[in-house]
């Protein structure tokens, strides 16, 4: 089934622990996301990639980091997790940079983190 | 600043019609999205605006107004399964996009 899958689908991390969260897509789109969302806040974009080997910043990128090595994979690693990093992480991909066209966004189905 | 306002919550009876408003104040403007989100599950796409008016796909449509920085979400002919969240997305001048905190649509028989 063509999509993007994301692992793990939950996991509780001690604080100061390194975490990277999988993404990866069969569509072969161009660019792909990664974003949080909090209750009560917007989905908040962390970093993106318009095309492999190429990453950018978003919103929220401080404590996080990722790498575009291929199409398919763009993992996301928090270096050193804290608290306020808890939250449910969102992979997405579009098959054209930016806004995703007409067709808007392809979502995973989420990574629900728990930082202690 | 930037922002897009949308109510935290609304209530419907199954079969009945409900709008759900989306207000917006951006740094330029290439579009607008609504997507659903079911809890504990992924957004899904459900509409794209560029131009004013109204765009119907099914029971649902979405209206927008660019000189108002106004859209809406039209549900028609409720169903039990249209209990969600629904998010709202302007796609701003450089391209990236902000969202709204979502409105969650409580569906009762």
């Known amino acids: 089934i063509a999509g993007i899958t994301q692992a793990p689908t939950s996991q509780i991390l001690a604080a100061g622990r390194r975490m990277t969260l999988r993404c990866t897509q069969d569509?072969?789109?161009?660019?792909m996301y990664w974003y949080r969302q909090d209750l009560g806040l917007g989905l908040r974009l962390i970093h993106y990639?318009?095309?492999?080997?190429?990453?950018g910043k978003g919103e929220v990128p401080d404590g996080y980091s990722v790498s575009r090595a291929n199409t398919d994979d763009f993992p996301l690693t928090l270096a050193s997790a804290v608290p306020s990093q808890t939250s449910v992480y969102f992979c997405?991909?579009?098959?054209?940079?930016?806004?995703?066209?007409?067709?808007?966004?392809?979502f995973g189905s989420g990574t629900r983190l728990t930082v202690v | 600043g930037q922002n897009i306002d949308q109510p935290t919550e609304m209530t419907a009876t199954e079969g009945a019609i409900v709008q759900i408003n989306c207000t917006y104040q951006?740094?330029?403007?290439?579009?607008l999205f609504w997507y659903q989100q079911h809890a504990g599950e992924a957004p899904t796409f459900l509409s794209y605006?560029?131009l004013d008016g109204l765009e119907e796909k099914g029971r649902f449509s979405s209206f927008l107004s660019r000189s108002k920085g106004y859209s809406y979400l039209l549900l028609k002919e409720l169903q039990m399964k249209d209990s969600a969240s629904y998010l709202c997305?302007?796609?701003?001048?450089?391209?990236?996009?902000?969202w709204g905190a979502g409105t969650k649509l409580i569906i009762k028989p």
């Open positions: 997405a991909s579009s098959d054209s940079d930016g806004f995703g066209g007409q067709e808007g966004y392809t």
């Open positions: 569509m072969r789109h161009n660019a």
């Open positions: 951006t740094s330029g403007f290439n579009g």
């Open positions: 997305a302007v796609i701003k001048e450089d391209y990236q996009l902000i």
């Open positions: 605006n560029v």
């Open positions: 990639s318009n095309t492999a080997g190429t990453t």
